[in-house]
């Protein structure tokens, strides 16, 4: 009935906004495009549990017009797969369905032109089925660039793709982190070494973007109906510690392996502070090194955790769907 915002509960950046549908009494369709302002939205997902009717294509149409993108996202798929197992229970095949619907809404599209739009067929509550990812991954692609990394950042990561994406954007913030620390390593008086709040606080970003951490498991779990306790027990393993939150971020960050650059420069700052004039830049380049090194080790673990999520995740609700089945 109402325009309503959701802000994205780990992303203040990102906002979701529901639009009531056009031709209601609300929202007639010949004011529709200023009553919800259409241009202050970078994108528009049309969604339909049934089938786009021609006040749908108009709006495609007029969205496109002001050169913005849009989807079309047909809906509760599992829905049209278990009735038409019930209605057709010997015959009845879930590909030639979901092949079925694509092709028929396609059609409608290209009949009532839009032909070149992307459809995806999703369904919540499935959501490792159909082309939910397809359509995770279109977004990104499509989206503008300034507002990308907000977007990328605020995904679930459920699949190995979706992992790296999120971990190739995290991976790019990492020489600002770097540089601030190398800015604050030049300031007489401070450690050469890599300054460990920084290094901790990106660590602990990383460890929730990833969905490592308690809450996101459990969620995950339940999504994927599968052992809680066994994806944590995954998460322990691979990064060899139970890590809650700023402690366990900084035990973890103690075992890393390898930690040269850190080592070179707890030896290099007895050197540099008698030599004040070339003091700075060593100061500023060790610091730089071992927090952007650090750091590099740190999300190559938790990648390495949060993949291994997934493949156990997948495995565990694979055998209990064919235990369900056998049953």
């Keep these: 009935m109402d325009i309503q915002s959701y802000t994205h509960p780990r992303n203040e950046l990102l906002k979701y906004w529901d639009l009531p ?131 990328v950042l605020s995904l679930q990561a459920t699949s190995k793709k979706m992992i790296r994406l999120k971990v190739a954007e995290l991976r790019s913030r990492m020489w600002k982190i770097a540089a601030w620390s190398a800015a604050m390593a030049a300031i007489p008086g401070r450690s050469l070494a890599f300054d460990t709040d920084f290094v901790v606080e990106e660590a602990e970003v990383y460890f929730m973007q990833l969905r490592l951490d308690e809450t996101s498991l459990k969620l995950y779990a339940e999504l994927m109906s599968c052992d809680y306790q066994r994806l944590q027990s995954v998460v322990d393993s691979r990064l060899g510690c139970h890590v809650i939150g700023v402690e366990g971020i900084k035990k973890l960050i103690k075992m890393l392996p390898n930690r040269a650059s850190v080592v070179a420069s707890a030896v290099m700052e007895g050197v540099v502070s008698f030599i004040p004039a070339i003091g700075t830049v060593i100061a500023a380049s060790l610091s730089y090194g071992g927090t952007y090194y650090t750091l590099d080790l740190t999300l190559d673990k938790m990648e390495s955790a949060a993949e291994e999520v997934v493949r156990a995740a997948a495995a565990d609700s694979a055998a209990k769907t064919k235990l369900h089945d056998e049953l």
Aim: proline share 4%.
């Design 21 to 151: 549908g056009v031709g209601t009494d609300g929202f007639p369709r010949h004011s529709y495009l200023s009553d919800i302002e259409v241009e202050r939205y970078d994108f528009f997902l049309l969604m339909t549990a049934t089938r786009f009717t021609e006040i749908d294509t108009w709006l495609g149409k007029e969205i496109h017009k002001r050169n913005k993108k849009y989807f079309f996202v047909r809906t509760k798929i599992e829905d049209d797969i278990s009735s038409n197992k019930k209605a057709h229970p010997k015959t009845h095949n879930e590909d030639e369905v979901v092949k079925a619907i694509r092709k028929s809404t396609k059609q409608h599209l290209k009949e009532n032109g839009c032909e070149n739009v992307p459809v995806f067929l999703i369904d919540n509550y499935e959501p490792t089925k159909f082309d939910f990812e397809q359509l995770e991954y279109r977004l990104v692609a499509d989206f503008p660039k300034l507002k990308k990394s907000a977007l």
